[in-house]
Nanobody, 121 residues
Framework: QVQLVESGGGLVQPGGSLRLSCAAS????????MGWYRQTPGKERELVAT???????NYADSVKGRFTISRDNAKNTMYLQMNSLKPEDTAVYYC???????????????WGQGTPVTVSS
């Protein structure tokens, strides 16, 4: 239906920055809400940030002021700029999209495979 390709994860020192990207491709009529989630071993997947098709954003309290979510609708690509990274930000980050294949179809959800982010000195 729709494929999500993530990139930008890696190892960074505390206080450093990373920029994650998520590109969507496939048969898509429209992409509505896109978001970033993260998960650590033994923990449930948690919301990091979301962004609507018109740019409305939502952030978890733990990342407010440090992370910025954005999207390029022409490229069907979403970004997560992560600044002032902390060790507790270490997790596998997942991209999620809510989309429609046609105007009258139900909203579908697709997840990326995840990209690991490690914040450590």
């Amino acid at each position: 239906q729709v494929q999500l390709v993530e990139s930008g994860g890696g190892l960074v020192q505390p206080g450093g920055s990373l920029r994650l990207s998520c590109a969507a491709s496939g048969s898509i009529f429209s992409i509505n809400v896109m978001g970033w989630y993260r998960q650590t071993p033994g923990k449930e997947r948690e919301l990091v940030a979301t962004i609507s098709s018109v740019g409305s954003t939502n952030y978890a309290d733990s990342v407010k002021g440090r992370f910025t979510i954005s999207r390029d609708n022409a490229k069907n690509t979403m970004y997560l700029q992560m600044n002032s990274l902390k060790p507790e930000d270490t997790a596998v980050y997942y991209c999620k999209t809510d989309y429609k294949r046609t105007r009258f179809a139900s909203v579908l959800t697709s997840w990326g495979q995840g990209t690991p982010v490690t914040v450590s000195s």
